[in-house]
């Protein structure tokens, strides 16, 4: 079992930047695919970005490509979400959630594929 807890989240205006953090306690992090996904009010939690164990592969969702980079450390058990040109659109409660994959390597955009997530942390973007 991981635990994850996101940091870094805030309130900024457009055009802005931030990074949230994910800090994975527990199990070996490095046998984890961590995605970050967001929930708006009203709308359906949306995959953001994804990475596999040790950075080979990342993927994100089309509207935040060139934004957003996903990036982990696996020596201090953190995955990042660096988010520049920050939208209104962008405003949500974003999660990161660890999917369990010790002997294979597959960043899924469904949150349904993910073990364990976060509590969330609140992004905002003013226009």
């Known amino acids: 079992q991981v635990q994850l807890v996101e940091s870094g989240g805030g309130l900024v205006q457009a055009g802005g930047s931030l990074r949230l953090s994910c800090a994975a306690s527990?199990?070996?992090?490095?046998?984890?695919?961590v995605g970050w996904f967001r929930q708006a009010p009203g709308k359906e939690r949306e995959f953001v970005a994804g990475?596999?164990?040790?950075?080979?592969?990342?993927y994100y969702t089309d509207s935040v490509k060139g934004r957003f980079t996903i990036s982990r450390d696996n020596a201090k058990n953190t995955v990042y979400l660096q988010m520049n040109s920050l939208k209104p659109e962008d405003t949500a409660v974003y999660y990161c959630?660890?999917?369990?994959?010790?002997?294979?390597?597959?960043?899924?955009?469904?949150?349904?594929?993910?073990?364990?997530w976060g509590q969330g942390t609140q992004v905002t973007v003013s226009s």
């Open positions: 990475i596999s164990q040790n950075s080979e592969n990342s």
């Open positions: 959630a660890a999917d369990y994959q010790p002997f294979r390597s597959s960043v899924s955009n469904s949150g349904a594929q993910y073990d364990y």
């Open positions: 527990g199990r070996t992090f490095s046998n984890y695919v």
